[in-house]
């Protein structure tokens, strides 16, 4: 079905550039009948083969048959792009680098066609073809450099080369400021080595950058804050930790163990620390059963199940819920006991099946935090699931 639909089009799409083509040619006078007939003829071999179920022979006449001049042109790139899409890429090489060859065409035309083959290049995988072609784009200061650049980007991003990737989405940046997030996790990336090869500086220098472009980076900051602990500087992770749960409170479960190192060594109350995120809340579950596990040090169980519970009437969990199952079991006996049992079995088998995260853009669902979403490839666009949401 798909491939009649993709058929009709591309016979609509040539129609149309074959009327197009000769009117243009007409209109500049060059076509005589003979060649006219040919054209005809051409269309109408084009048309037999796609009746008798023959697409690709089909395809090949009508490319044929479908002068390049300057009103056909768009018809041309437009097919070359349709092929793309559909995962014909050999053909969308072969229909652009014809199109690129043609000496008539005008500088506008020939960005874009050189665009559309450094799009069919990337898609299979050709990086170095790729980046030739758009590097070309943004030196000779194209209209079209701002759509090389994100494509650049992409290419860098697949051979991760992450400082190249980093030193284009800085001009991408200024034209387009929502890029900001993407480029600190560039910065971040950039960060894995050295801090894999104990070079805290140069680390540091990356984490900073991530920061001073995205000034909410959680993953930067995380990283900050586990290498300040890393040196023994306690206060400079603290402040990073209090900046995070003021930016994006949502991440402080991932804090968590870098928080109680932390507070461990005396530099900061765990307590405080999440009471203040829980006030600026909705909170997450891991975030009210974290304070629930500090509280349970000094408070009552009553007063721990109180706080529990009423944090789980506003945002419902069935982690919340077997929490407070478990603070119950120990101090009931015979039946209630066996039933709290129960209870609790069918609801840990229900937990043990939740997703936790989910990404924003295309709604794959994560057991784990990843900081690019596996499917769509976006960054920062996995979130953890809330409430109902987890339901
Ligand atoms: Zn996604």
Request: aromatic residues 6%.
């Amino acid at each position: 079905m798909q491939e009649l639909m993709f058929l009709g089009l591309f016979v609509l799409a040539l129609g149309i550039g074959w009327f197009l083509g000769r009117r243009e040619a007409i209109r500049v006078g060059f076509m005589v009948q003979p060649h006219g007939s040919a054209l005809d003829r051409q269309y109408f071999i084009g048309l037999n083969y796609l009746l008798n179920e023959q697409p690709d022979e089909a395809i090949e006449t009508f490319i044929r048959a479908l002068e390049v001049n300057p009103e056909t042109v768009e018809t041309h790139i437009a097919i070359g792009k349709l092929f793309c899409q559909r995962g014909d890429v050999e053909r969308a090489i072969k229909v652009h680098q014809n199109l690129l060859a043609r000496p008539n065409l005008t500088r506008h035309q020939a960005d874009r066609v050189q665009l559309e083959l450094a799009r069919d290049y990337l898609a299979v995988g050709m990086h170095n073809r790729s980046e030739r072609l758009l590097e070309e784009l943004v030196e000779n200061t194209s209209p079209l450099s701002a759509e090389a650049l994100i494509d650049l980007v992409k290419v860098y991003e697949r051979e991760h080369d992450w400082s190249k990737a980093a030193r284009v989405g800085e001009k991408l940046v200024r034209e387009r400021p929502d890029f900001a997030v993407t480029l600190a996790h560039y910065y971040c990336q950039m960060a894995l080595v050295p801090l894999r090869q104990q070079e805290v500086s140069q680390a540091r220098r990356h984490l900073q950058d991530a920061l001073r472009v995205e000034p909410v980076c959680s993953r930067a900051m995380l990283m900050l804050a586990e290498l300040e602990i890393g040196q023994g500087h306690y206060r400079e992770a603290v402040k990073v930790l209090q900046r995070l749960a003021t930016a994006d409170p949502d991440m402080v479960p991932e804090a968590l163990p870098l928080v109680r190192r932390c507070a461990d060594n005396g530099a900061l109350d765990l307590g405080d620390y999440l009471d203040a995120a829980i006030d600026r809340g909705p909170p997450l579950i891991d975030t009210v059963l974290a304070r629930a596990d500090d509280m349970r040090l000094q408070a009552s169980i009553s007063d721990v199940s109180r706080f529990v519970l009423q944090q789980i009437q506003v945002q419902p969990s069935l982690r919340g819920l077997m929490y407070l199952i478990d603070l119950h079991l120990d101090h009931v006996e015979g039946k209630g006991k066996e039933n709290l049992l129960v209870l609790r079995g069918v609801v840990e088998a229900l937990v043990h099946e939740k997703y936790r995260y989910r990404c924003t853009s295309c709604g794959f669902m994560a057991k784990r935090l990843h900081w690019q979403c596996p499917t769509c490839h976006g960054w920062s666009t996995i979130r953890p699931l809330k409430g109902r949401e987890t339901a």
